[in-house]
C-alpha cells in the first residue's frame, strides 16, 4: 500500500547553521480534545550536530547494513528528538501530527520522542485511532489489488516483494489495526531521505530507517496509535 514519486529538492541547509532552530522552535499542531495542541518551550539542551552523525551513522550488523543517512536532505526539525509532550496523550501513545508531520512516542514524566515522517500524498491520507498487533523486522512488501491496478509494472509483486534495501518498507514496520481488522497502513522505514517532511507516498507513515528500527525497539505489541487529522486553516 505504498509508493512514490521521486521529486527534486535542494540539500537542507547545513545543521549547525540550523542549531537554533531546534533548541528553539515550538510546535503548533493539530489536536485531539480543544483542537489544536498548545504550544511547549523544548527545555532540553538541542543535541550537536556530531551527535545527530553518531545517531544516523552507518549500521553495519543490520540483516541488510544501513549506510549513513545523508542529513542533508531534509530540514532539521525532523531529526529525532526528545521533547517536551505536547499531545495531551498518556505514555505509551503514538501519536501521528500529520499537519507538521512529526510523530511522537509519549513517555513519563511529560516527556515525547520526536520524529520526522513522510506521509500520503493527497486522496491517499488517513487518520483516526489504531493498535498495533504484528511488528516485522525487515519485512515483506505486498502492494494490494488496487495499486497494482494502477500500477501493472507491480504485478511481478503480488504475491509479495523480498525484505532488502529496495523493499519500500525499510527495515521495520508496525502494523495497524482496527477493531481486529489490518487498516493496510503502517508505520514503515525508508531509505528516501528527502521524503520526510513531505506528502509523496500512498498513505503509510515513514520513518527513515533509522528512526523506524529506535521507534520499533521502543513499541511494544498493542501500542495504541492516532493519527490525527491535518488542520485546516
Same mark, same amino acid.
Given at each position: ?21 531546534? @533548541?528553539? !522552535?515550538?510546535?503548533?499542531?493539530? @489536536?485531539?480534545?480543544? @483542537?489544536?495542541?498548545?504550544?511547549? %518551550?523544548?527545555? !532540553?539542551?538541542?543535541? !550537536? ?11 553495519p550488523n543490520e540483516r541488510f547494513p544501513l549506510p549513513a543517512v545523508d542529513i542533508s536532505k531534509f530540514e532539521p526539525q525532523f531529526l529525532r528528538r526528545e521533547v517536551s509532550n505536547p499531545t495531551g496523550e498518556r505514555p505509551g501513545t503514538i501519536v501521528v501530527d500529520t499537519t507538521n508531520k ?24 488517513? $487518520? ?13 512488501? !505486498? ?5 497494482? $491496478? ?19 518498507? @525499510? ?39 533509522? $528512526? ?17 487529522? %491535518?488542520?485546516?486553516?
Amino acid at each position: 500500500m505504498y509508493r512514490t514519486r521521486q521529486s527534486h529538492r535542494p540539500g537542507a541547509a547545513s545543521l549547525s547553521r540550523r542549531a537554533f532552530v531546534l @533548541g528553539s !522552535t515550538a510546535v503548533a499542531v493539530a @489536536g485531539c480534545q480543544t @483542537g489544536t495542541i498548545e504550544t511547549v %518551550a523544548v527545555s !532540553t539542551p538541542a543535541p !550537536t550536530e556530531e551527535s545527530y552523525r553518531v545517531m544516523y551513522g552507518p549500521l553495519p550488523n543490520e540483516r541488510f547494513p544501513l549506510p549513513a543517512v545523508d542529513i542533508s536532505k531534509f530540514e532539521p526539525q525532523f531529526l529525532r528528538r526528545e521533547v517536551s509532550n505536547p499531545t495531551g496523550e498518556r505514555p505509551g501513545t503514538i501519536v501521528v501530527d500529520t499537519t507538521n508531520k512529526f510523530l511522537y512516542l509519549t513517555l513519563p514524566k511529560g516527556r515525547a520522542m520526536r520524529y520526522g515522517v513522510g506521509l500520503g500524498r493527497a486522496g491517499f491520507g488517513w $487518520d483516526g485511532e489504531a493498535v498495533i498487533r504484528l511488528k516485522r523486522e525487515w519485512p515483506t512488501w !505486498t502492494p494490494p489489488p488496487e495499486m497494482i $491496478d494502477r500500477d501493472p509494472d507491480l504485478e511481478q509483486y503480488r504475491d509479495g516483494m523480498p525484505p532488502g534495501p529496495r523493499n519500500p518498507l @525499510g527495515a521495520r514496520a508496525l502494523y495497524l489495526f482496527q477493531g481486529g481488522q489490518d487498516t493496510l497502513y503502517r508505520l514503515h522505514g525508508t531509505a528516501e531521505a528527502y521524503s520526510i517532511g513531505r506528502n509523496v507516498s500512498s498513505g503509510c507513515v515513514r520513518l527513515l530507517n533509522h $528512526d523506524i528500527i529506535d521507534l520499533y525497539s521502543r513499541t511494544p505489541m498493542n501500542t495504541r496509535v492516532v493519527v490525527r487529522p %491535518a488542520a485546516i486553516y
